[in-house]
C-alpha cells in the first residue's frame, strides 16, 4: 500500500512514532532512468512512501529495505542496478541507491491496562519515541484518540498474547484484576526475551505474588526479575498521574541503559560514502557523487 506521504513527512512520522524505517536515495544514474540523482523514498515494514521511479527497480529496492528491517540490520548499504532486462525495465541506464536504515524509537513498550494509570502514563511515555502497544480486554477502556506512537491491542486472552507482543521489550502489569496480573507474570517468566517486568502494587501484593511464584518452583532470579511496587521508591503520590510520573522516570532509566549498546543513529559521514562508492563494481554502473 503506498502512503500519500513525501519522504521527508514520512521521516518525520516515522520518528514521532518510533518506527524502524530505510532513507533511500539515488545516489548516481547513468543513461536513461525513471529518476534523476537525489530522489527518496521511505520504506518501512509495512508500508512505503514517495517513489524512486516505480517498476521493478522500486520492487526490488522495497524488497532490499525490508530484508535488512526483518534482520535488524541498522547500517548502510549502496546498491547497484542496471535497468536491463534483469529488471524488466528497457531504459538502458543504471542506477545506483543508498539506504540508511534507522532503528526508530529507543525503546519498545508493552503495557497491560487501560485504567487511570494506564492512561495518566500514556499522557507521557506517548510524547516520547517509543513504540508502544496498549493491552486491555475492555474497548470502552481505551480513549477515543491515542498518541501517534501507541498501538491498541484489544484482546480477550492477554495472557495468551504474551510471546507474541513482549518479545524484545519492556513490559508494565497495570491491570484492575490481580489474578489476571499473576498469570502474566507467570507468562513474562517464562519468556527469556522479555527486557524489564514492572508490576504495580504495593509491598503486600509483591510479597504475595513472590511466594506464590516460590511455591510454584520459579527461581529466586526469576522472581526478582518482577519489579513490585513498579516505579521509583523517591517519587511519592498515590494519584494516577503521580503514579505515571513515578513509572516514566523507571523506564527512562532503564531505556538509557538499554540504548546504550544499540547501533548509532547518526548518518553517513562524507568519508564513509566515499569508501561505499569505492567497493561499488563499476562494470554495473558509473556513480557521480558530490560532496555536501
Given amino acids: 500500500m503506498q502512503e500519500r506521504l513525501t519522504w521527508i513527512q514520512a521521516v518525520a512520522d516515522c520518528e514521532r512514532r518510533g518506527q524502524p524505517y530505510v532513507l533511500v536515495t539515488v545516489l548516481g544514474v547513468t543513461g536513461s532512468v525513471p529518476r534523476e540523482p537525489a530522489s527518496k523514498m521511505v520504506v518501512t515494514r509495512e508500508h512505503s512512501y514517495d517513489t524512486i521511479g516505480g517498476g521493478h527497480l522500486e520492487y526490488r529496492v522495497i524488497a532490499r529495505a525490508r530484508e535488512r528491517l526483518a534482520n535488524h540490520e541498522y547500517s548502510y548499504e549502496l546498491a547497484h542496478f542496471p535497468l536491463g532486462a534483469s529488471l524488466g525495465q528497457c531504459c538502458g541506464g543504471s542506477v545506483a541507491v543508498l539506504l540508511e536504515a534507522q532503528t526508530g524509537g529507543d525503546a519498545r513498550l508493552v503495557v497491560f491496562g487501560a485504567g487511570h494509570v494506564g492512561q495518566a502514563l500514556m499522557s507521557i511515555v506517548g510524547e516520547l519515541p517509543w513504540q508502544i502497544t496498549w493491552v486491555d480486554s475492555r474497548a470502552d477502556s481505551f480513549p477515543t484518540e491515542v498518541p501517534a506512537n501507541t498501538t491498541v491491542h484489544c484482546t480477550d486472552d492477554p495472557v495468551g498474547d504474551v510471546p507474541d ?128
Fill in 165 to 292: 507482543l513482549c518479545s524484545n521489550a519492556h513490559v508494565l502489569i497495570l491491570t484492575h484484576n490481580h489474578a489476571l496480573d499473576y498469570d502474566l507474570c507467570r507468562a513474562l517468566l517464562e519468556q527469556d526475551e522479555v527486557l524489564t517486568i514492572g508490576l504495580i502494587g504495593s509491598q503486600t501484593k509483591a510479597e504475595r505474588f513472590r511466594q506464590r511464584l516460590g511455591h510454584r518452583g520459579y527461581a529466586q532470579t526469576d522472581i526478582d526479575r518482577i519489579r513490585c511496587p513498579v516505579g521509583r521508591s523517591d517519587i511519592p503520590g498515590k494519584r494516577p498521574m503521580e503514579v505515571a510520573v513515578s513509572i516514566s522516570a523507571e523506564l527512562l532509566s532503564l531505556v538509557a541503559s538499554d540504548s546504550a549498546a544499540k547501533p548509532s543513529r547518526r548518518g553517513l559521514s562524507w568519508g564513509a560514502l566515499k569508501a561505499l562508492t569505492k567497493e561499488a563494481n563499476p562494470g554495473e554502473a558509473e556513480v557521480t557523487t558530490h560532496q555536501p
